[in-house]
T-cell receptor, first 114, second 114 residues
């Protein structure tokens, strides 16, 4: 079993829809949770960053972390064609000094069609 | 992209040949990471450099893989005797110190082993 599981999709939605992307994990030591967005043939870019449980909102994006269920989500409101990309969840524990040593999900391919 | 320049952007090689991939981050970020992304997969951590500390090589998949970094600048990832399963995008990232999970990725080097 992988430490981080993410439904690869692909997911296709109409413009304006609410999108829900999810990851589950097995390592209870994970404390930092991130969502990266990756456009085709580009490097991933950090979209959302949360520490421990709770919600965080940034514009049309909301990240949720439920540590009791080992489940994280990313919601995209009023989705746009420019949101079409691969979304990767990532996480790490609180130990050590390798701050960027992350465990990634396999990514969900999202297409928003006009 | 994101202050990380990688070369070559594409490399096609024959099985058994050695390849060298280069990463050149902007100055000021002492932490540097290499990740591998196979087709349809998430990112796998390979190696981490932080200042003058010994690198964290725990993600290197075999002794055919090695990496070096000159001070706080250029890094090279070398794969000896390449195999077809080495085909992937190799991503380099820089990280602000003490900011867990925040990585700035280059656009990657796409390696194809025939």
């Amino acid at each position: 079993q992988k430490e981080v599981e993410q439904d690869p999709g692909p997911l296709s939605v109409p413009e304006g829809a609410i999108v829900s992307l999810n990851c589950t994990y097995s390592n209870s030591a994970f404390q930092y949770f991130m969502w990266y967005r990756q456009y085709s043939r580009k490097g991933p870019e950090l979209l959302m960053y949360t520490y421990s449980s709770g919600n965080k909102e940034d514009g049309r994006f909301t990240a949720q972390v439920d540590k009791s269920s080992k489940y994280i989500s990313l919601f995209i409101r009023d989705s746009q064609p420019s949101d079409s990309a691969t979304y990767l969840c990532a996480m790490r524990d609180a130990g050590g000094t390798s701050y960027g040593k992350l465990t990634f999900g396999q990514g969900t391919i999202l297409t928003v069609h006009p | 992209g994101a202050g990380v320049s990688q070369s070559p952007s594409n490399k096609v090689t024959e099985k058994g040949k050695d390849v060298e991939l280069r990463c050149d981050p902007i100055s000021g970020h002492t932490a540097l990471y290499w990740y591998r992304q196979r087709l349809g997969q998430g990112l796998e951590f390979l190696i981490y450099f932080q200042g003058n500390s010994a690198p964290d090589k725990s993600g290197l998949p075999s002794d055919r893989f090695s990496a070096e970094r000159t001070g706080e600048s250029v890094s090279t990832l070398t794969i000896q005797r390449t195999q077809q399963e080495d085909s992937a995008v190799y991503l380099c990232a820089r990280s602000p110190q003490f900011k867990a999970g925040e990585l700035f990725f280059g656009e990657g080097s796409r390696l194809t082993v025939l």
